[in-house]
C-alpha cells in the first residue's frame, strides 16, 4: 500500500493510494462472504454458491464495488495520515483502477490547510472603554433582584391590570365563525407580555373576574395562518383568576435576608462592584475580539471551499447536537422554521469562514512567536474540564486519549497566542463624536 501527493492549485490535492491486488482479491473475497447468504441459484443451497459460479452469472465486477468500499474505508484514514499533509477536508473519491488480480487506484482529492500571510499582529490599536457604572443600573439591577424574590398573590377584587397574571378562556371569531385553534381553556397570560396579536392584551385591562368581555383584534398581514392573515377577529374572553405579582419593599430587612450586608448602602456598593467586575470582563472580552478581528482583517488567506463546506458542515453537525439535548430533531426543527438543510449551511458560511481564518492566523502567530502550551497549562486544563462535568481528572485524561491531548496542546497553544496579541496592543481613547447642529 502507498501514497503518492499530487498538488494541485488552491491549496487542493490528489492523494493517489495504490492497493495491491492480493488486498484487493481479499476484498472481493470479504464481499462475498458478507452476501453469499442472500444468493440463491437453482442447483445450489443457499448460502452455498460458489463464487467463481455467481461471477459467472452476475459477471466479475459483481463484488467490485463493496471490496472498493471497503478497502477505501479502512485505508484512507491511515494513508492521509501517512502523506504528512494537513488535510482539513473531506475527501473526494475517485477510482483510478480496479480489477481481479490487478492494483485497486483510487484518487482522494482534499483541501491542505492554506498558507497564510501575517500582517500587523503586534501593536494592534484598539478603542479604550471606559467603565461607568451609573445609579439607574444599579437600581436595574437591585429591581431584578426584587423580582426574583417576588411573590404571587390572587386578586378578586378589582378587575384586571396592566402586569397581572390571568387565566381565562376565550373563542375567536372571523366573519361570524369560530376558527380552527382559536380556542382557549384556563390559559395563563401576563397582560404586558406581548405574546397574543397586538392589541389583545390591553383590550383585557378592566375585565372583571367571570364577566365576558369582547376583544376586537386584526390578524396581521404576515400572520402565519394564511386564512386568517389580515382579518379582523372578535375574541370573546372571560377572566377566571387574577394573580398579581407582589414584590417586596427594598429596605434594610430586605437587605439583611437576601445578603451578608446589613444595610441598604453596603448592598448597593456591593451590587456596584459586581457590575463593574462584569463591565470590566466585557470589555476584556470586546478588547480580545476587536484586536483578533483586526489582525485577521490584515492577514492574507485564500481558503479552498471544501475546507469551508466541511466547517459548514460541523456546525450544522453541532446544532442538531444541541437540539437533541432538548428532544428535538434537526427535520422538526427545520419544518417549524420554514427552513432547509441548505438554507441553514449558507446561512452558517460567514461564521464557518470567520471561524477558519482566526483559527489558522493564531496558529500562523503560534509558529511565528514559538508560542507553546505546557504540561503544567494542560493538567490545568484537565482540572478545569473535571470540575466543570464532574469527573475525576484520571477520567477525563482517558478520554481525551492522545489524539485529544495533541488537539488540548494545539488549542491551549492559540489561546496563549490571543493573550500575548491582546497584550501587545495598544488602548486608545475613542474619538469624541461630533454634535450635531
Same mark, same amino acid.
Given at each position: 500500500?502507498?501514497?503518492?501527493?499530487?498538488?494541485?492549485?488552491?491549496?487542493?490535492?490528489?492523494?493517489?493510494?495504490?492497493?495491491?491486488?492480493?488486498?484487493?482479491?481479499?476484498?472481493?473475497?470479504?464481499?462475498?462472504?458478507?452476501?453469499?447468504?442472500?444468493?440463491?441459484? !437453482?442447483?445450489?443451497?443457499? &448460502? #452455498?454458491?460458489?463464487?467463481?459460479? =455467481? %461471477? $459467472?452469472?452476475?459477471? +466479475?465486477?459483481?463484488?467490485?464495488?463493496?471490496?472498493?468500499?471497503?478497502?477505501?474505508?479502512?485505508?484512507?484514514?491511515?494513508?492521509?495520515?501517512?502523506?504528512?499533509?494537513?488535510?482539513?477536508?473531506?475527501?473526494?473519491?475517485?477510482?483510478?483502477?480496479?480489477?481481479?488480480?490487478?492494483?485497486?487506484?483510487?484518487?482522494?482529492?482534499?483541501?491542505?490547510? !492554506?498558507?497564510?500571510?501575517? &500582517? #500587523?499582529?503586534?501593536?494592534?490599536? =484598539? %478603542? $479604550?472603554?471606559?467603565? +461607568?457604572?451609573?445609579?439607574?443600573?444599579?437600581?436595574?439591577?437591585?429591581?431584578?433582584?426584587?423580582?426574583?424574590?417576588?411573590?404571587?398573590?390572587?386578586?378578586?377584587?378589582?378587575?384586571?391590570k396592566d402586569g397581572d397574571i390571568t387565566t381565562l378562556d376565550f373563542e375567536g371569531f372571523v366573519d361570524g365563525a369560530a376558527f380552527e385553534g382559536g380556542k382557549g381553556t384556563d390559559y395563563p397570560l401576563t397582560i404586558g407580555s406581548g405574546s397574543?396579536?397586538?392589541?389583545?392584551?390591553?383590550?383585557?385591562?378592566?375585565?372583571?373576574?367571570?364577566?365576558?368581555?369582547?376583544?376586537?383584534?386584526?390578524?396581521?398581514?404576515?400572520?402565519?395562518?394564511?386564512?386568517?392573515?389580515?382579518?379582523?377577529?372578535?375574541?370573546?374572553?372571560?377572566v377566571k383568576k387574577i394573580r398579581e405579582k407582589i414584590l417586596p419593599e427594598f429596605n434594610a430587612d430586605f437587605v439583611s435576608d437576601i445578603s451578608e450586608f446589613d444595610t441598604v448602602e453596603e448592598y448597593r456598593a456591593d451590587v456596584k462592584k459586581?457590575?463593574?467586575?462584569?463591565?470590566?470582563?466585557?470589555?476584556?472580552?470586546?478588547?480580545?475580539?476587536?484586536?483578533?478581528?483586526?489582525?485577521?482583517e490584515d492577514a492574507a488567506i485564500e481558503l479552498p471551499e471544501p475546507m469551508i463546506e466541511t466547517q459548514q458542515r460541523q456546525m450544522v453537525s453541532e446544532f442538531e447536537q444541541q437540539l437533541r439535548m432538548q428532544g428535538m430533531q434537526l427535520s422538526?426543527?427545520?419544518?417549524?422554521?420554514?427552513?432547509?438543510?441548505?438554507?441553514?449551511?449558507?446561512?452558517?458560511?460567514?461564521?464557518?469562514?470567520?471561524?477558519?481564518?482566526?483559527?489558522?492566523?493564531?496558529?500562523?502567530?503560534?509558529?511565528?512567536?514559538?508560542?507553546?502550551?505546557?504540561?503544567?497549562?494542560?493538567?490545568?486544563?484537565?482540572?478545569?474540564?473535571?470540575?466543570?462535568?464532574?469527573?475525576?481528572?484520571?477520567?477525563?485524561?482517558?478520554?481525551?486519549?492522545?489524539?485529544?491531548?495533541?488537539?488540548?496542546?494545539?488549542?491551549?497553544?492559540?489561546?496563549?497566542?490571543?493573550?500575548?496579541?491582546?497584550?501587545?496592543?495598544?488602548?486608545?481613547?475613542?474619538?469624541?463624536?461630533?454634535?450635531?447642529?
Amino acid at each position: 500500500m502507498s501514497v503518492k501527493v499530487e498538488k494541485l492549485e488552491g491549496s487542493m490535492a490528489d492523494l493517489v493510494i495504490t492497493v495491491s491486488a492480493e488486498e484487493f482479491n481479499s476484498a472481493i473475497k470479504r464481499a462475498y462472504e458478507k452476501q453469499k447468504g442472500k444468493i440463491s441459484i !437453482p442447483g445450489f443451497r443457499k &448460502g #452455498k454458491v460458489p463464487l467463481s459460479m =455467481v %461471477e $459467472k452469472l452476475y459477471g +466479475e465486477a459483481v463484488f467490485y464495488n463493496d471490496a472498493a468500499d471497503d478497502l477505501i474505508n479502512s485505508t484512507y484514514p491511515e494513508e492521509a495520515e501517512a502523506c504528512g499533509e494537513s488535510i482539513v477536508s473531506s475527501p473526494e473519491i475517485s477510482v483510478e483502477q480496479i480489477g481481479r488480480d490487478k492494483e485497486f487506484i483510487y484518487r482522494a482529492k482534499v483541501a491542505l490547510k !492554506p498558507p497564510v500571510s501575517l &500582517g #500587523k499582529y503586534k501593536g494592534v490599536e =484598539v %478603542e $479604550k472603554t471606559d467603565i +461607568e457604572v451609573t445609579e439607574e443600573e444599579i437600581d436595574k439591577e437591585i429591581e431584578n433582584v426584587r423580582e426574583r424574590n417576588s411573590r404571587m398573590e390572587e386578586v378578586t377584587d378589582r378587575p384586571v391590570k396592566d402586569g397581572d397574571i390571568t387565566t381565562l378562556d376565550f373563542e375567536g371569531f372571523v366573519d361570524g365563525a369560530a376558527f380552527e385553534g382559536g380556542k382557549g381553556t384556563d390559559y395563563p397570560l401576563t397582560i404586558g407580555s406581548g405574546s397574543f396579536i397586538p392589541g389583545f392584551e390591553e383590550q383585557l385591562v378592566g375585565a372583571e373576574i367571570g364577566v365576558e368581555k369582547e376583544v376586537n383584534v386584526t390578524f396581521p398581514e404576515n400572520y402565519q395562518a394564511a386564512e386568517l392573515a389580515g382579518k379582523p377577529a372578535v375574541f370573546k374572553c372571560t377572566v377566571k383568576k387574577i394573580r398579581e405579582k407582589i414584590l417586596p419593599e427594598f429596605n434594610a430587612d430586605f437587605v439583611s435576608d437576601i445578603s451578608e450586608f446589613d444595610t441598604v448602602e453596603e448592598y448597593r456598593a456591593d451590587v456596584k462592584k459586581e457590575i463593574t467586575a462584569r463591565k470590566e470582563k466585557e470589555a476584556k472580552s470586546a478588547r480580545e475580539d476587536a484586536v483578533v478581528k483586526a489582525i485577521v482583517e490584515d492577514a492574507a488567506i485564500e481558503l479552498p471551499e471544501p475546507m469551508i463546506e466541511t466547517q459548514q458542515r460541523q456546525m450544522v453537525s453541532e446544532f442538531e447536537q444541541q437540539l437533541r439535548m432538548q428532544g428535538m430533531q434537526l427535520s422538526q426543527y427545520l419544518q417549524y422554521t420554514g427552513g432547509s438543510e441548505e438554507q441553514m449551511l449558507e446561512s452558517m458560511r460567514p461564521t464557518a469562514v470567520n471561524r477558519i481564518k482566526t483559527r489558522l492566523v493564531m496558529e500562523e502567530i503560534v509558529k511565528a512567536e514559538n508560542i507553546t502550551a505546557t504540561e503544567e497549562d494542560f493538567d490545568a486544563e484537565i482540572q478545569r474540564m473535571a470540575e466543570q462535568y464532574q469527573m475525576e481528572a484520571d477520567r477525563v485524561k482517558e478520554i481525551l486519549g492522545e489524539s485529544g491531548k495533541k488537539q488540548t496542546m494545539e488549542d491551549l497553544a492559540v489561546q496563549k497566542a490571543v493573550t500575548f496579541v491582546v497584550d501587545a496592543s495598544v488602548e486608545k481613547k475613542a474619538a469624541a463624536k461630533k454634535s450635531e447642529d
